[in-house]
């Protein structure tokens, strides 16, 4: 087999195999957990190999001590704030005895000096301990994050590959057929899909899918069906996003020396297109998915409300305001580190994808 | 020598004027620019123009629907929708403006220094952005809005409502002006009119305000063309998760707020509010899109 | 490749629609909706440990699980007592000493028995100063509780509960308290098992699975932030309940809720946003009623220009309950007195009414003849749509009635609590809701040495009212002396400005009867019963 074959055929495989997880995943099949694991080797596989062939192994074990830092630095910084936010975790409406609130705050170590509170927090996160919700009564932290996360990942996720399933064709068609009415419809359409708070836009979705339709439920997390609209609502923004990005990275490549060099030659459109431009226009668009998958994980606190999808994101609005300073912390870090790693993940991308960048 | 005095024959007017003329030919950009203004002009004369005063309840016409009297109908409380909706347009538009010439001025400040001065202050400073770039927006936004709010800074009920939004807001968005403004710092210190300067002695803020800064306005005001209807945006998800405008004051991020769950009892409640917020929003992407390809010699046709 | 991938994936998503061929007319869970009450739970409840928890989402579910030693007779619109797990109490020595005899023979839902030991267990885990209840002060007026939960007492033995040698329980209090049963109708007083803690741990014996109870349900799913499932307890010792699942959907979000309910995915949704109840209030499954809560006004009298009492009077007349009343829309009850309707001790014959003239009048006196010079003063409230509505109203009134133009000051919840505490504006709202059903939770609140009384006023013989009349037995004596308090509080002193008392609403399914709404906000769903679909 030639190795251009082997190549195809890795690829192919891949893909078949975490398209059947995702799809397995969407339609609420218990996803065997052997397919997990090999999912998990694959991609790990691949990394370690990339990562080795590339010699980046210093560069990775860098960035892990600058994100590790940097996770203690924003740990710190939003103790800080919590702590000059006016009003503590156990101030309610009705006012608590003394001899109660006294009781509180020595179970919680809050009758401490500030520093040592710190001091008992940081050496809690060194060990992996994110300690106890102070609202949720006897929940750990880490409990809170375990049963929440998933569903926002699964959320965040199908909502990111949406708004690439739609986005990236509807920018390449945009360009290609640039200054027409498609050209100029998908761009309004792109606009649009800006232009209206995303509460206002599940509003509508609901009021037309479910009310006037009936094709699907208004809210909860139960199955596919109940996927669909939380899904599209939280994917049209960054889709619109991508689509516009996409549109102009297009036509920059398009009009560049090389691609005309391509037509010159006489190659057929077709193979510019997906040959040529494509591969070169979608860079731009890849190195967006950092800022993007922030997007995608503030926004899905509106969303997961809105939907009543038992995710993460309520807790990061709700915990702050109940004071309830571990769970704002262990949200707040979670966030950072879906972040910080994503970023790692589009930096290694690009450097896949741009031979010229060479991040060691 | 030749290079420099070519380099300095374009000089910022040309390319303005240049620019202008391109951005005259983009139809949708005119329109909407002059959508936009028609907005400013309503919000300034909110007074003139508004039949009622939008705080005022009418108690005996709790969501009335719209008539001759009110012709936009009432809200919950009796007030005239159309009245609520020109004041929103006041406080949307401050929120908006003023928030991006606040994050503007400490992002442009930063990113400068940071660029200009390059080598250990630019690693320290561009350290710090990065660490800003990995803490969720929404919780540092949280926490600020509710430290300001809590200040007390200002008198006048006005601008005390604004407050902890527009700081809030600012906090969170300079961050990525100073990047770009970075950006163009670096690429702009390279070239050799501000290298011959350098070498004539003049000074760093003579440079940086004389030649730096008129090269990456271009992109700056591109950037705030976008940034100005995110705040306007951003402000009506601070009222969802309710910390955004206080009362009585209206905006039409406060209006969408309290119209969506109306969408199926009392639908005038929100169609009002959406159809405005939207123009608005694709006006100023539209002038934006305009703006930035009018800057952008690369997207001549 | 491409071929084979694409009809790998459309074979893999034609395969995964047949998947699930659900039994019409039941749910996810496997519940038939026809024996499921699904519900809306308004928040996760954040603990269903009932010496912890505090909230009401977790009393909801709480109060179907377990039963404590008395029960509200719901019936009776006066609310008395009626016995659950225990069958009869008596008091002597002007209500000091207290005896309860207990129901024998009770198990619980893994089959032992209950005993009187499991619940000096739970008031002595209550007491304790380790499990830092929030609740624990609802037992202080028990012998040495306040000591023993300071830790200056550490021998619970010294606690003046005791269980007689019949097995009765035996209380003793630190000084009278007519209305000592009532408290023990609240969930934190219910019996607990030691052994269970033990088992599974502080942190899970509450999870599904582990959580064991007296009540007429059981808890058979607990997925946090998710779901909730009750099961009909077989062992409960009453009449066994009626339905045989109580789902409760966890969902934040009002809207949410109600469009579920439109759906036809949940049977009842409470607490209904204002902005529609002028909808809501339209339709055939609305359903309105009375609560035990009131909404008021304070003034901070130690702040110019409300150290005046003229002033206070002259505001307290410049506000028409009425108006007010009638932006909310939810048909809450105009509030002259300081006890809510539907309890005893209400009265709309004492405090100040709307007068316009009057009100113009004192502050004449107090020496404002140019009101447009009137001092700068602001209305502090916290961020809620409800009570926006009402300060938004009450900002118009005054400038409409009076010409004396307020600021508004809302401020996040927790925030305001704080500036409630340290420095509480010229007005502010304030609501309270009774923990047990008599007039002394209310009037208590206004005493001089009270910590939820942020006005600054104070008043020795209304203090004296209050001591006296918790010791009395007699109800239409006690009435006569709140009488009078209150006339020293609303007229008098003129501290407060009770608005309205408080109303709750529901939407609630034609399919469902015998739908639990009562005053005392208490949920028990084990008498529902569920129409077949026609």
Not at chain 2, 249 to 270: D, K, Q, T, Y
Not at chain 2, 285 to 299: E, H, I, Q, S, V
Not at chain 3, 479 to 498: C, D, M, N, R
Request: hydrophobic share 45%; glycine share 6%.
């Amino acid at each position: 087999m030639s190795r251009e074959r082997k190549r195809k055929l890795i690829t192919s495989v891949l893909s078949i195999l975490f398209a059947a997880t995702v799809l397995l995943n969407f339609f609420n099949y218990e996803v065997p957990t052997f397919l997990w694991a090999l999912d998990g080797i694959v991609l790990f596989g691949l990394l370690s190999y990339y990562i080795i062939t590339q010699k980046l192994v210093t560069y990775m074990v860098k960035r892990s001590l600058e994100a590790a830092v940097v996770l203690v630095i924003i740990a710190t910084m939003t103790f800080l704030l919590l702590r000059i936010i006016p009003g503590g975790p156990f101030d309610q409406e009705k006012a608590l005895p003394p001899e109660v609130i006294a009781n509180i705050e020595a179970k919680y170590q809050l009758n401490e000096p500030v520093y040592m509170q710190y001091y008992y927090y940081i050496s809690g996160l060194l060990r992996g301990d994110l300690g106890e919700s102070y609202k949720y009564v006897g929940r750990s932290v880490t409990d809170i994050l375990a049963e929440t996360l998933p569903n926002s990942i699964q959320l965040g996720f199908y909502a990111l590959l949406i708004s690439f399933l739609i986005g990236i064709p509807t920018g390449v068609i945009a360009a290609s057929k640039h200054n027409t009415w498609i050209d100029n419809l998908s761009m309004t359409l792109a606009i649009s899909g800006v232009s209206l708070p995303s509460f206002l836009v599940a509003a509508i979705f609901i009021l037309v899918f479910c009310f006037s339709l009936n094709w699907l439920p208004p809210a909860l997390w139960e199955g596919p069906e109940y996927y669909i609209l939380p899904i599209v609502v939280l994917g049209i923004r960054p889709a619109a996003v991508i689509a516009r990005l996409t549109r102009s990275s297009v036509l920059e490549v398009i009009s560049s020396d090389y691609i005309r060099t391509a037509r010159a030659k006489g190659l057929s459109e077709r193979s510019i297109l997906f040959k040529h431009v494509l591969k070169n226009s979608l860079i731009p668009v890849l190195t967006f998915s950092g800022p993007l998958i922030a997007g995608i994980l503030s926004g899905s606190f509106i969303i997961e409300m809105i939907f009543a999808v038992p995710g993460m994101g309520k807790h990061l609005i709700q915990s702050v305001s109940n004071r309830d300073y571990p769970l704002v912390l262990g949200v707040t870090l979670i966030f950072s580190v879906l972040l910080v790693l994503s970023n790692l993940v589009v930096d290694l991308l690009y450097s896949f994808f741009d031979p010229r960048i060479n991040l060691s | 020598m030749s290079n420099i005095t070519q380099q300095q024959i374009r000089t910022p007017k040309s390319l303005w004027s240049e620019s202008y003329d391109r951005l005259k030919k983009n139809k949708a950009s005119v329109v909407s620019f002059w959508f936009i203004v028609v907005i400013c002009l309503v919000a300034l004369f909110a007074e003139t123009l508004a039949p009622y005063p939008y705080y005022e309840q009418y108690i005996d016409d709790i969501l009335a629907s719209p008539n001759s009297k009110y012709l936009l109908g009432t809200d919950s409380l009796g007030r005239d929708m159309l009245s609520r909706l020109i004041y929103g347009a006041r406080m949307s538009m401050a929120v908006g403006i003023f928030t991006a010439i606040i994050s503007l001025f400490i992002g442009a400040t930063y990113g400068a220094i940071s660029g200009w001065f390059g080598g250990k202050i630019d690693a320290v400073l561009m350290r710090f952005v990065d660490i800003l770039y990995s803490i969720p927006t929404l919780v540092l936004l949280i926490l600020v809005k509710v430290i300001f709010d809590s200040l007390n800074l200002f008198e006048d009920p006005e601008l005390k409502a604004l407050t902890g939004i527009l700081l809030a807001l600012s906090v969170v968005g300079w961050v990525n002006l100073a990047r770009v403004v970075r950006g163009q710092v670096l690429q702009v210190k390279e070239m050799t009119y501000v290298e011959a300067a350098k070498a004539m002695g003049a000074s760093h803020i003579w440079i940086l305000i004389k030649h730096v800064f008129p090269n990456i306005l271009g992109p700056v005001i591109v950037l705030l063309t976008f940034q100005i209807p995110a705040n306007i945006l951003f402000e009506s998800f601070l009222s969802f998760i309710g910390l955004g405008l206080q009362p009585p004051f209206s905006s039409w991020g406060v209006l969408a707020n309290e119209g969506w769950r109306s969408l199926r009892s009392f639908p005038h409640l929100i169609v009002s509010p959406g159809i405005v917020l939207f123009l608005v929003m694709l006006s100023f992407n539209l002038f934006g899109d305009g703006l930035r390809d009018a800057f952008d010699p690369k997207m001549k046709k | 490749m491409l071929k084979v991938l694409i009809t790998f994936l459309l074979a893999l998503s034609f395969l995964a629609c047949t998947k699930k061929d659900k039994q019409s007319g039941s749910n996810e869970y496997g519940l038939k909706n026809s024996e499921t009450l699904r519900i809306v739970v308004d928040r996760e409840p954040p603990s269903l440990d009932w010496s912890i928890a505090t909230d009401t989402e977790s009393a909801l579910i709480t109060n179907n699980l377990m039963e404590g030693l008395v029960a509200y007779n719901l019936k009776d619109p006066e609310l008395s007592l009626q016995p659950a797990l225990a069958l009869k109490w008596t008091s002597s020595e002007n209500a000091k000493k207290w005896t309860f005899k207990l129901r024998r023979g009770v198990k619980w839902s893994d089959g032992v028995e209950f005993t009187a030991q499991q619940i000096v267990d739970s008031w002595v885990r209550l007491l304790s100063p380790l499990t830092a209840s929030e609740y624990a002060y609802f037992l202080f007026g028990i012998k040495n509780a306040k000591e023993f939960n300071k830790g200056t007492i550490k021998d619970s033995k010294q606690l003046g509960i005791k269980v007689s040698p019949q097995g009765d329980i035996q209380v003793e209090l630190e000084s009278s308290m007519s209305y000592f049963p009532y408290l023990l109708t609240h969930s934190s007083t219910f019996p607990i098992r030691l052994d269970l803690i033990k088992k599974h741990g502080v942190n899970k014996w509450t999870e599904a699975g582990n959580h064991v109870g007296l009540g007429p349900f059981n808890l058979k799913v607990w997925e946090h932030d998710k779901v909730i499932i009750l099961e009909r307890n077989e062992r409960y010792y009453g009449e066994k309940a009626k339905v045989k699942n109580v789902l409760g959907y966890i969902v934040g979000e009002k809207s949410t809720a109600l469009n579920l309910f439109d759906n036809g995915q949940v049977d009842a949704v409470k607490d209904l946003p204002k902005s529609e109840l002028r909808f809501l209030a339209k339709k055939k499954e609305f359903i309105k009623e009375s609560m035990l809560g009131i909404f008021y006004l304070g003034f901070n009298v130690k702040k110019a220009p409300f150290d005046n009492v003229l002033v206070r009077k002259a505001f307290i007349h410049a506000i028409d309950r009425n108006e007010i009343v009638k932006v909310l829309g939810a048909g809450e009850v105009p509030l002259k007195g300081w006890v809510p309707q539907g309890m005893f001790g209400h009265n709309n014959n004492v405090g100040l009414a709307f007068d316009v003239a009057k009100a113009k009048k004192y502050l004449n006196e107090a020496g404002f003849t140019d009101l447009t010079k009137f001092p700068k003063i602001e209305i502090g409230f916290n961020t809620n749509e409800n009570h926006q509505r009402v300060i938004e109203n009450v900002q118009a009134q005054l400038k409409r009635n009076l010409g004396i133009s307020v600021d508004l000051k809302n401020e996040e919840w927790k925030v305001y609590l704080n500036t409630l505490k340290s420095n509480a504006p010229h007005m502010f709202r304030m609501g309270w809701v009774a923990d047990y059903p008599d007039p002394d939770n209310f009037l208590n609140l206004m005493t001089s040495y009270s910590d939820n009384n942020h006005t600054g006023w104070g008043d020795t013989q209304y203090d004296h009212y209050i001591e006296e009349a918790v010791s009395v037995a007699d109800k239409s004596v006690r009435k006569l002396i709140y009488q009078k308090a209150q006339k020293i509080l609303l007229e008098k002193g003129a501290s407060v400005f009770p608005t309205y008392s408080m109303v709750q609403t529901h939407m609630v399914s034609q399919r469902v009867k015998n739908f639990p709404v009562n005053a005392v906000y208490q949920f028990l769903f084990k008498d529902v019963e569920l129409e077949k679909a026609k």
